[in-house]
Structure formats: structure tokens, C-alpha cells
């Protein structure tokens, strides 16, 4: 055979089918990437996902099943004193957007697949939250409440003090949700 030039002693071309492979795996990947951030693009648009990123509780009332909790809050001793964040998120900033950012994930997931109960109940990590964050913006008052190893026990300020937060919602059991 002779080569494209027509000189013999040339040899023929090869077709490269493993750049061919290539091509077709990249254009593949691309397509599947780019499928996901549009997806992912029109998701966080729909679901008013820049919302989430602010301080204001009425961010938190974009899903109809927090309606009672927000307004159970503007009924609340502390709605002049902390918002959504203050009390559900900790207080130092990594913590805080890893909660956020976890939260986020789990929600959307638990509302998008119908995956939650009605009335919303508090999962065991957010109560440890929480739990923390009532004792930090109380320290003052509740230090002699404290354990004295770092780790040891103490009673859920919830426990007594259900109407706080979320006034009429005094009656769930906070240490045992159903």
C-alpha cells in the first residue's frame, strides 16, 4: 500500500481509535457534568436556595411544614432577641456552615423525596446544637447548671423550657421525640 503522499517506502497511516475512545469518554463526561450543574443550577433557583445563605427566619418558611414552627416563633419569648440561626446553628463560624451546609443537604433531600414527619421533629445532632447554643448565650446564668468534666451530663434546657423558642410546641418531648 502506499502511503497518502504516494511514496512506498512511507508507511500508511493509522487511524487512532484510542484517541477516538478519548474524545467520546470526554465529550461523555462533559455531557454528564454539564447535565448536572444545570440540573443542580435549576434546583437551587427553584427551591430559592440564595435564601438559605441569609439570617432571615422567614427563609426558613420557603417549605410549608416550617409554617407552625416560624409562627410558633414570632409567639416566642426570644423573637425579639435570636432568629433561626442563633438558636439552631453553633456560633462559631466553621460550625456553623458545616451545620448549615448538612442541614441543607438533608432537608432538601427529606422534602424533595417526602422523607419527614409532620409536624417536623428535631433530629439527636440538631438538638445537641441546639442544646449548645442555649447554653452559650446563657453561660452567665447556667454555669453552676454545667457538669464539671467537659463531657459529663446535664439536663436539656429545652427539657423545661419547651416554649422558648417555639411557643405552643411546649408539648413535644424533646428528649424522646416520637
Known amino acids: ?29 462533559c455531557l454528564v457534568l454539564g447535565l448536572l450543574a444545570g440540573i443542580g443550577t435549576f434546583t437551587f433557583g427553584y427551591g430559592k436556595g440564595a435564601s438559605y445563605l441569609s439570617n432571615q ?9 416550617m409554617q407552625s414552627h416560624f409562627d410558633s416563633w414570632q409567639q416566642s419569648s426570644h423573637h425579639h432577641v435570636a432568629v433561626c440561626n442563633d438558636c439552631h446553628l453553633p456560633h462559631d463560624k466553621i460550625g456553623k456552615w458545616v ?13 424533595t423525596l417526602g422523607g419527614y414527619s409532620d409536624p417536623i421533629e428535631i433530629k439527636p445532632r440538631n438538638r ?13 446564668f447556667v454555669h453552676a447548671l454545667l457538669p464539671a468534666p467537659s463531657q459529663g451530663d446535664m439536663q436539656n434546657c ?13 408539648k413535644v418531648d424533646w428528649m424522646h421525640p416520637r
Open 1 to 29: 500500500m502506499r502511503s497518502a503522499t504516494g511514496d512506498p517506502s512511507e508507511p500508511m497511516p493509522i487511524k487512532n481509535s484510542a484517541k477516538t475512545r478519548n474524545s467520546k469518554a470526554t465529550f461523555a463526561f
Open 128 to 140: 445537641r446544637v441546639t442544646q449548645s447554643t442555649c447554653v452559650d448565650c446563657h453561660r452567665d
Open 57 to 65: 427566619p422567614e427563609t426558613c418558611v420557603n417549605c410549608h411544614v
Open 158 to 170: 429545652v427539657h423545661c423550657h419547651a416554649d422558648v423558642g417555639h411557643a405552643g410546641h411546649g
Open 99 to 111: 451545620v448549615k451546609g448538612d442541614n441543607g443537604f438533608f432537608h432538601s433531600l427529606a422534602f
